[in-house]
């Protein structure tokens, strides 16, 4: 679904990415993991262009989204995004952040959006929430409410930066729980995190990025109980 061949990205000096390739299969939940500064936002950012590489190759469902001539707009719709901070639009209601990019992007009527976003919230267990606006939610409850905003769009990966960092760590498991159930469902899934526990549980295959490069990886099991790299070695000795 995803492939990313010899990705480089630099600001300025800072050489962020140094060489990244990894290809993503349909329905993989691919856990990226690594110290503070490593690169793992930029190489998501990567993924769906938010950041534009300074070299490599990206093609996603057999599109190279890198060329010039990739309607980059078009994909994304087929790329969610979840941010730590959620990025809902307060002086919106929920509702309304839920159904403006279907809508906007001509690709359902405002009556069939609000239907698909209610039963979204019914799902999440947010229907009452629906006219209230995102200051008036929990971090918890933000956050479920981007993750099925980012639904609304149908979808083929969804990409996670630190979703549940900026939570308070009763609202955590709220939020785990509801991409587990994503994850049993089928979805493709890259997910950036210090949830060692949802990494185990969750994983297709668990990524160590350090210093701009994947140095290390592995499915679950094998990533965390025979660790060969020393500087992943030494990460989850303070992780874990
Ligand atoms: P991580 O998510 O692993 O903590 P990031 O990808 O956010 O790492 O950042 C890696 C490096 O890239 C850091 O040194 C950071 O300062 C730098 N960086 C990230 N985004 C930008 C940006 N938009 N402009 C300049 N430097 C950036
Ligand atoms: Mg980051």
């Keep these: 679904m995803i492939s990313v ?18 290809q993503i299969a349909q329905g993989e939940k691919v856990v990226v993991i690594g110290p503070s500064g490593s690169g793992k936002s930029t190489f998501l950012r990567c993924l769906n262009l938010l950041e534009e590489p300074t070299s490599g190759e ?9 060329d010039k001539k990739c309607d980059i707009n078009k994909m994304r719709q087929k790329m969610g995004m979840v941010f730590q901070h959620f990025n809902l639009f307060p002086h ?4 309304r952040n839920i159904t ?34 995102p200051p008036q939610l929990s971090g918890g409850q933000k956050q479920r409410i981007a993750i099925v905003r980012s639904l609304a769009m149908n979808p083929d990966v969804m990409l996670f930066d630190e979703p549940t960092s900026a939570l308070d760590p009763e609202m955590v498991g709220e939020v785990l729980e509801l991409m587990k159930e994503l994850a049993l469902e089928g979805m493709t899934m890259v997910v950036v995190t210090h949830e060692m526990g949802f990494a185990r549980e969750v994983a297709t295959r668990v990524l160590f990025m350090d210093e701009g490069q994947i140095v290390e990886q592995a499915p679950p099991q094998e990533f965390f109980s025979n660790p060969k790299n020393p500087r992943l070695r030494d990460f989850l000795s303070k992780v874990l």
């Design 92 to 95: 919106l209601t929920v509702l």
């Design 100 to 133: 403006l990019a279907p809508v906007q992007l001509g690709l359902q009527s405002q009556k069939e959006a609000d239907k698909n976003a209610m039963k979204l919230l019914e799902r999440i267990g947010l229907s009452d929430k629906a006219e209230a606006y």
């Design 58 to 66: 990206i093609t996603f469902e057999g599109v190279n989204i890198t």
């Design 5 to 22: 061949h010899n990705l480089h990205k630099s600001f300025g000096d800072n050489k962020v990415l140094r060489g990244i390739d990894e």
